[in-house]
């Protein structure tokens, strides 16, 4: 895709970004396990319809303040992704033509065709990737407390200023229920108006579509080289300056000011584009991903409310602590973001790998010496094997590796 028809046409070029110009997750599994063919995010089908339930067997919960959705949603009736609708047929779901949409990169996930678009985060009871992507109360009301905590250390400045999110204000839990079962259908609603210190962009830019080939046009530059070729900058201060140093400033202004530790994978990092095509913010979606350290705020004396129902709450107690830590930076931020961007331009010649790695590290440095000292593990770092994930579960598929690539222990 040209960067100029980003800036021409943002929110069409938002839809064909999530879709097109995305190589999928390094774990394989994007188009092993999606939704249906009629609304998979590589699918060629533009849009469809979501549908409404309500019952009189069914109580609504709300979280957070409605952005409006009363005018085309009531307020007992719960929108649902085609192929949930199709499972909840004998409840009699209708199509909702006020909700015509496009999927995004994560399937359960759609843009919402209006002059001024936002996203649904919908209940998706059946593996995407290797997730089961059900959504309840708990997630819900997790969405919208994460999403307060960031806003308001957003509006005290006390994280770094070109950082930000897309809030995600407003969340809505339908239980029903029968005399067998009780089941909760939700969709978080995520605005595209970021909220971020830093002045707002004019143009939202996937961190996944910077080095993705697009599918539509393969012959298209890539994004990233383009923007680096509209910048002015020398490749190293350009990957430093704009992408390196601000993701990392993000991931530990946001976890030293709150104690929530961001997943700033390609997928939930976003890049705010000025009119001149420069990027101005750092931005994070999905707020129901990130973990909210609770040990950490007491050590960093972080007086904050604490998570709904303790949801994704992380202590020291638990055997996983420091591998959690490392999971969501050495692997999710390092392996999946840092380590594409510097690998695309080590490989082309225009940065030294090692000299880019240093930075990082040294950058790294400065913050780890405001951390508890066994926040990581030392001398290792964390992924995920390449399996399907049971939540129903609390044990997770680790793989220790040797030598984290982007910090340095403590002790030395």
């Known amino acids: ?30 188009d092993l396990w999606t939704t249906s063919s009629e609304t998979a995010p590589r699918g060629d089908v533009p849009s469809f319809r979501l549908y409404k339930l309500s019952t009189a067997a069914s109580t609504a919960s709300h979280f957070g303040t409605d ?23 004998h409840l009699a779901p209708v199509p909702c033509d006020s909700f015509r949409v496009s999927p995004t990169a994560s399937g359960r996930t759609v843009h919402v065709l209006r002059d001024q678009p936002f996203h649904l985060k919908l209940h998706y009871d059946a593996v995407i990737g290797r997730l089961d992507r059900s959504l309840g109360i708990r ?15 957003v509006d005290r400045g006390v994280v770094r200023s070109n950082f930000g999110v897309l809030p995600e204000p407003y969340a809505r839990v339908l239980t029903l229920r029968s005399a067998s079962r009780t089941q909760e259908i939700g969709f978080v609603y995520r605005s595209l108006r970021p909220i971020t210190g830093a002045r707002a962009p004019s143009a939202l830019l996937p961190a996944f ?30 990957l430093l300056e704009q992408f390196l140093l601000p993701l990392v400033d993000s991931y530990f202004s946001l976890l030293l000011s709150t104690g929530l530790q961001g997943e700033f994978h390609a997928q939930n990092t976003v890049f705010g584009l000025d009119s001149s095509g420069n990027i101005c913010c750092t931005l994070l979606r999905d707020m129901e991903s990130l973990d909210t350290d609770m040990d ?14 303790l949801h994704k709450a992380i202590n020291r107690t638990m055997k996983n602590y420091q591998i959690k830590h490392s999971f969501m930076f050495d692997h999710k931020l390092g392996e999946y973001l840092l380590c594409p961007l510097i690998d695309l331009f ?10 880019i790695d240093e930075e990082v ?7 780890m010496k405001e951390m508890p000292s066994d926040f990581f593990p030392r001398g290792a770092w964390y992924s995920f094997d390449r399996v399907q994930i049971d939540r129903s579960t609390g044990e997770r598929p680790y793989i220790r590796h040797s030598n984290p690539r982007f910090r340095r222990d403590m002790s030395q």
């Open 1 to 30: 895709m040209k960067l100029a028809s980003i800036l021409d046409s943002p929110w069409t070029s938002l839809e064909h970004l999530e879709r097109y110009v995305n190589r999928g997750s390094p774990s394989g599994f994007s």
């Open 346 to 355: 080590a490989d082309r010649h225009l940065v030294d790998r090692a000299a």
């Open 296 to 309: 950490l705020r007491l050590e960093l004396g972080i007086d904050l409310e604490e998570p709904p129902s």
């Open 209 to 238: 579509s910077l080095y993705a080939v697009d599918s539509a046009d393969p012959t298209d530059e890539l994004l990233i080289l383009q923007l680096l070729g509209r910048s002015g900058l020398s490749a190293d201060d350009f």
């Open 361 to 367: 590290r040294n950058r790294v440095e400065r913050y």
């Open 139 to 153: 997630q819900a009301s997790y969405a919208t407390y994460v999403n307060d905590v960031i806003i308001s250390a």
């Open 67 to 89: 952005p409006g959705l009363g005018g085309a949603l009531e307020d007992d009736a719960i929108l649902l992704h085609p192929d949930i609708a199709k499972s909840l047929a």
